[in-house]
């Protein structure tokens, strides 16, 4: 069992910076693959990032490519979302997931609650 809890969202300006952190609990969190997925009002949950157990593979969404990096540290059991040049189309409820690798929800065994991040134009 892994739980996951997100924190750092908040409300920012177009244009600013934002970094998520997802704690885990557990002790096979070197073990999972960790993905971040988002949901903004009135959509389907969308893929953000995604990084291997060993945090050598990263994939990252078409939407936040070139903006957005993910990290991990296994010792903290945490991953991190470094948000950049956000845009108001950015404004979302941030999940955290974790388990098998890949880009699609059904890959991941646990999620967090979720943060919400908005972003102002």
């Known amino acids: 069992q892994v739980q996951l809890v997100e924190s750092g969202g908040g409300l920012v300006q177009a244009g600013g910076s934002l970094r998520l952190s997802c704690a885990a609990s557990g002790r096979t969190f070197s073990k999972n693959a960790m993905g971040w997925f988002r949901q903004a009002p009135g959509k389907e949950r969308e893929f953000v990032a995604t990084?291997?157990?060993?945090?050598?593979?990263?994939v990252y969404g078409t939407s936040v490519k070139g903006r957005f990096t993910i990290s991990r540290d296994n010792a903290k059991n945490t991953v991190y979302l470094q948000m950049n040049s956000l845009k108001p189309e950015d404004t979302a409820v941030y999940y955290c997931a974790a388990g098998n690798w890949g880009i699609t929800e059904p890959q991941y065994d646990y999620w967090g609650q979720g943060t919400q991040v908005t972003v102002s134009s």
């Open positions: 990084i291997s157990a060993s945090g050598l593979t990263i």
